[in-house]
């Protein structure tokens, strides 16, 4: 069978270990039981003569490859999956990835709530694919403290500050850890990790991990904690719903657009007391905790491999 050659351009690639790269890896599995699949990190290159269509993760950042793939063949089987930055910063101002959404067949948001972030003219175009992550076994936890843990890179976006911030005011609860898990992407929030490290003795950051490892901690943790400022779809926070682990977030609309508009773990974004507050609630009322339990396990199958697929698939068939 001569199957069609599909492109999946990212920005990343696995020596990055983030969410880009997660989705390029995965989308190329799911995709290659009918079609031909591979990752690149730009297009053309020296595979490019075979290729029939175009998937480029970040309206902005993939911007180059989705010109020059409109170059040489319109926008005739090009999609272009939008990230957090995409749709809550870079589409707004940044002149390339406005030419991203004018050049694409169709767009791919990842929640639910990312069809509001564009603007109407480009949202009949548009359709949300759920990311997915595999089913992990809910682990027994002790009672005598709460393990709280936040994954991803420290940088801006992700807001790693406010959970250094929270420790600093958690420092009288013995029974309170908050582990950190990220590279030190930004200097001064590496500097920030290392001294709140010193300051706080139930609080430690690991650094980076592999993606495995990092799982694995989300699994072991009472809860996860999510703090980002702009979010496109966070693979965390599927991993700690199919992981059994409830999670704690910043009231922003990639977060409520994953667990939805009524989910009773939001705190405002950046607010750190209000954090801490929520982490106090979770240890001190295993009501609290079992709600927010209940409402992740109710999403779970949102995030189901299946149905992701399917609707890639339907995508790709419709061009």
Same mark, same amino acid.
């Given at each position: 069978?001569?199957?069609?050659?599909? &492109?999946? &351009?990212?920005?990343?690639?696995?020596?990055?270990?983030?969410?880009?790269?997660?989705?390029?890896?995965?989308?190329? #599995?799911?995709?290659?039981?009918?079609?031909?699949?591979?990752?690149?990190?730009?297009?053309?290159?020296?595979? =490019? =003569?075979?290729?029939?269509?175009?998937?480029?993760?970040?309206?902005?950042?993939?911007?180059?490859?989705?010109? /020059?793939?409109? /170059?040489?063949?319109?926008?005739?089987?090009?999609?272009?999956?939008?990230?957090?930055?995409?749709?809550?910063?870079?589409? +707004?101002?940044?002149?390339?990835? $406005?030419?991203?959404?004018? #050049?694409?067949?169709?767009?791919?948001?990842?929640?639910?709530?990312?069809?509001?972030?564009?603007?109407?003219?480009?949202?009949?175009?548009?359709?949300?694919?759920?990311?997915?992550?595999? /089913?992990?076994?809910?682990?027994?936890?002790?009672?005598?403290?709460?393990?709280?843990?936040?994954?991803?890179?420290?940088? *801006?976006?992700?807001?790693?500050?406010?959970?250094?911030?929270?420790?600093?005011?958690? @420092?009288?609860?013995?029974?309170?850890?908050?582990?950190?898990?990220?590279?030190?992407?930004?200097?001064?929030?590496?500097?920030?990790?290392?001294?709140? $490290?010193?300051?706080?003795?139930?609080? %430690?950051?690991?650094?980076?991990?592999?993606?495995?490892?990092?799982?694995?901690?989300?699994? %072991?943790? +009472?809860?996860?904690?999510?703090?980002?400022?702009?979010?496109?779809?966070?693979?965390?926070?599927?991993? !700690?719903?199919? #992981?059994? @682990?409830?999670?704690?977030?910043? %009231?922003?609309?990639?977060?409520?657009?994953?667990?939805?508009?009524?989910?009773?773990?939001?705190?405002?974004?950046?607010? !750190?007391?209000?954090?801490? !507050?929520?982490?106090?609630?979770?240890?001190?009322?295993?009501?609290?905790? *079992?709600?927010? %339990?209940?409402?992740?396990?109710?999403? /779970?199958?949102?995030?189901?491999?299946?149905?992701?697929?399917?609707?890639?698939?339907?995508?790709?068939?419709?061009?």
């Amino acid at each position: 069978m001569n199957r069609q050659h599909i &492109v999946i &351009v990212s920005p990343a690639l696995s020596d990055a270990n983030n969410g880009n790269w997660q989705t390029a890896k995965r989308w190329a #599995s799911m995709l290659g039981t009918q079609y031909r699949t591979r990752i690149t990190t730009q297009w053309p290159d020296a595979a =490019a =003569a075979s290729d029939s269509i175009l998937i480029a993760l970040h309206a902005r950042r993939s911007a180059a490859a989705v010109q /020059a793939w409109q /170059a040489q063949h319109g926008n005739d089987k090009l999609i272009v999956v939008l990230t957090g930055t995409d749709l809550y910063r870079d589409i +707004h101002s940044d002149t390339q990835a $406005q030419q991203s959404l004018d #050049s694409a067949k169709r767009l791919i948001v990842l929640q639910s709530l990312g069809l509001q972030a564009l603007p109407s003219g480009y949202r009949s175009k548009t359709q949300v694919v759920l990311q997915s992550t595999t /089913a992990r076994k809910t682990l027994p936890k002790t009672q005598r403290r709460l393990h709280a843990v936040m994954v991803g890179h420290l940088r *801006d976006e992700k807001s790693p500050h406010t959970l250094c911030q929270a420790a600093q005011l958690l @420092t009288a609860r013995q029974d309170i850890h908050l582990t950190q898990i990220g590279a030190g992407l930004d200097e001064q929030l590496a500097q920030l990790a290392q001294q709140t $490290q010193l300051a706080c003795p139930r609080y %430690r950051w690991l650094g980076a991990l592999a993606h495995g490892a990092a799982r694995s901690q989300i699994q %072991r943790a +009472h809860v996860l904690v999510h703090a980002s400022k702009m979010e496109g779809g966070a693979h965390v926070i599927m991993e !700690a719903v199919c #992981s059994g @682990t409830p999670v704690i977030a910043s %009231r922003i609309a990639g977060n409520i657009g994953m667990l939805g508009e009524d989910y009773a773990g939001y705190f405002p974004w950046g607010d !750190a007391a209000a954090l801490a !507050a929520l982490l106090q609630h979770c240890k001190d009322d295993s009501r609290f905790l *079992d709600t927010l %339990r209940v409402q992740c396990a109710e999403r /779970a199958l949102l995030f189901a491999p299946q149905a992701e697929r399917t609707a890639l698939l339907h995508i790709i068939e419709s061009l």
